[in-house]
Each structure stands twice: as structure tokens, then as C-alpha cells.
């Protein structure tokens, strides 16, 4: 395949807009102590969006080896709840690997070209990836151990997703002319068998135009991003395209759209294109009715830390105000809706350069917070936040003392060492 070598740089910077985790490198043989703490105290507050959390147990570090005789050389034994499910993650080697529950690694992929982003399947963790192989991003499955490794798409892609049902690949296309077997694809989202099989274009792109002036009007980029909880949406990140030789944009261009799967229509939440209101961090509502919109980062006035989006409606509602207690700014790393309340990873930014995280709990009243736990260590600004679906846990990752991933259980359970270092995304297994 002959592609543009200029187009790769552009596109590619639109594929890490997808991936909110942070590049630690290194996976190590330690015996560093998990950190510890005592259980939540499920003591309710009632602060105001710009009120300090009350205090709450706090993690603890404790000297607890690493017991003998574990065959693994990640530290998932040391003191902490067990995973409820084993997760993938990519590695120092930029590979596939899995974590059991008790600690087993198993590395899954050992392609030639680094892994860009991935996704496991919700039904039996087949694995579909993207590299970068001989000059071109190349779409991958694999069967759940790792084998069987067959390419699927070549092209400028990014944004691999499996749907709910395991049996479609979802995909997007950034420059027409990607190749699946003998057939060629244009821009926009597409949708290929897990088991083998034609692909189908779900939405289409907007080309770029050039205007009488001789100025180039912006097309549409479209990527499949989440499926709603009820499985019959999609979000979507958006940005402008103008074409394979021109710049794709930065974060501030990002924008945000539905895709319902009955309808086959598309309609946008936030428009990309130097919009004022960013939504960095989305996640779905447990009745699958609103988009909540994190904020990990100061990105401008004009976003607060927490918004959330009614998808019937387009109207927003902010939940949580940038001006936090004592001038300390409020980020919000991720938020998980289900069972009538909402959890968020919080970090209270001071103006000292001191800060701390904590996770919290509200129902209706996003003012009337429940801390669930505070944290030892403020989780990575660019930290993926990997919820339990049932919400009784998160993952995230700390840089400080060293990259680490943790799992933190809300039930009062000790948070574990999942890894010492990381590459990106990670996603749960089965």
C-alpha cells in the first residue's frame, strides 16, 4: 500500500486523543508494599461543590513482602482485595498482557510493530488491535490466548471496538482507501464479523470541500468511542478532517456525537472545532438516557470538572464546579453512574502545589457528597479510570513513587499493586 507519510503523523495524533492513559513504561520484579487503608467510613457530608471533603481514612503504606514462591513478576499478591475479573493491559514491551485475579501474567501478543490501541471482547476476551506494521496501521484479532492471529484491515484506522454481542468489530476509517481483503473503505465507522466476513459501513464520514476561495471546508471524522449500558447507542468522538495533508487539530477541535443503532442517525452533543466546552472523559448514564463529562485537567473556563449531557434533549447540567476549598482547583478523572448514584475520582489541586484525591459518592444532589475513600497518591492527571461494572471498584495508575496501576474496592477492601509500570489502555477480561 502507498500512503502519504505526512498523513500518518496527523491521524495519529487523532488516535491518541482516544487513549486517556499515559505512556508509563516498565513492568518489574518489586517488593514494594501495597498500599493500604482502613475501611470507608461511609460518613456523609454535605459540602457544596466549592466545600472541602471532610476526612476520611487515608491509604497507608504497610511492609507486606511478597509471599515465596509466586511465579509471576507482577506484585498482584501483595496485601489487597483481588481483582473481580482479570484485566488487559499493553505492556513495557508495547504487547498484549493478561492479569488473572491471583496474579498469573500471560503475554498474549508479540507483533512487530507496537500496540496503538485495543479491545477485548465482552463475551469470551478475543482480542482486536492496531499496530503499526511495514509503514501502515494494520487491524488485528486474535482468539482470547493470544493465538490465531489474523489482520482484518489496513489503512489510516484507529478506535477498535467489539459490540455488545462480541460478533461485530466496530473501526474507523481517517483516509479512504483502507483495505479489508479486496475491498476498499471509505472515511467513517465500520463494522466487520469477529468470525470472518465482509465489512459494513455504519456511518459515513464528510469529506473535506475546497471553497471558491481557494480555503478548504472541513469534513467529519467519526470514532466509536463507548456502547450505551441498554446496547442501543453509540458514542462518538468527532473532528474535523481536512484531508490526509493538513493538520487534524488539537484536543480543543475534539468533538461529540450519538449514533442510534435502530434509527441509524446521528445527531451531536458537542460540536469539534475550537468549541469551548470539552468533554475529555465521557462515560455513560446507568439508564443510558445522559453522557457524563469529566474533566482530568484544567482545559479552560468554559468546562467545569463534572457536566453531564441528556442525550433526548442536549441540555447540560454542571455537577461540579472548577473553584474548589482554600483555592484549589477540582479535576475529575472519571465518573461511573449505576445504581441510582454517582461515583467520581476527584483531585483537589492546591494552589501550593499540594493536592489530593479522593473518591465520592452523590445521588440527586451532586453538592450532598459521600466519600468513599482518600487516596495516598494523587492518580496521573492523564490516568485512565477503569470502573467495576457494578461499580464496587476502580483501577487507575500513580506515577509517584513510581507507575504503578491500583485497584481500589469502595467496600472497605484493601487497594492492591496490580503492576509496577504500564504502556496504556487497559480493559477487562473474562
Known sequence: MNHNPHMHFHHLLLLLLLLSACSSRGIAPTSTPAPTST????????PTATTAPTASPTLVATA???????ATVVPTRLAGADLPLPIVFVD???????????????????DPGNILDFDSSPTDSSLVYLIIQSGSMVLIQRDPQGNNRTELVSGVLRAPLYDPTGEQILFAV??????????????????????GGEPTQLIEGIAPQTGDDGQVIPGMLYAPLAWSPDNTQLLLLTAPDFGPDLPAGDIGSVGLSVFDKAAAETHELIPPGGNPRLCLS?????????????TPYGVGDETP????IDIATGNVQDLLLREGPDGAEIWVLGAFNGSNQTTALINYRGAEASSKAVIERFKEDPTHRTIVVSLENAPDPGSIVLWAANGSGAIFSV?????????????GGQPRILV????GRIRWGK
Open 39 to 46: 475501611p470507608a467510613q461511609t460518613q456523609t457530608t454535605q
Open 64 to 70: 507486606t513482602p511478597v509471599p515465596a514462591g509466586i
Open 92 to 110: 513495557i514491551r508495547q504487547q498484549l498482557t493478561r492479569l488473572e485475579p491471583n496474579g498469573t501474567l500471560t503475554e498474549l501478543t508479540d
Open 174 to 195: 481517517d483516509v479512504a482507501g483502507a483495505k479489508a481483503g479486496s475491498t476498499t473503505l471509505a472515511t467513517g465507522v465500520w463494522s466487520i464479523p469477529a468470525n
Open 282 to 294: 465521557p462515560s455513560w448514564s446507568a439508564d443510558s438516557n445522559a453522557v457524563l463529562c469529566a
Open 305 to 308: 470538572p463534572l457536566f453531564q
Open 399 to 411: 506515577a509517584d513513587p513510581r507507575p504503578q496501576l491500583i485497584w481500589q474496592p469502595f467496600d
Open 420 to 423: 509496577e509500570g504500564y504502556s
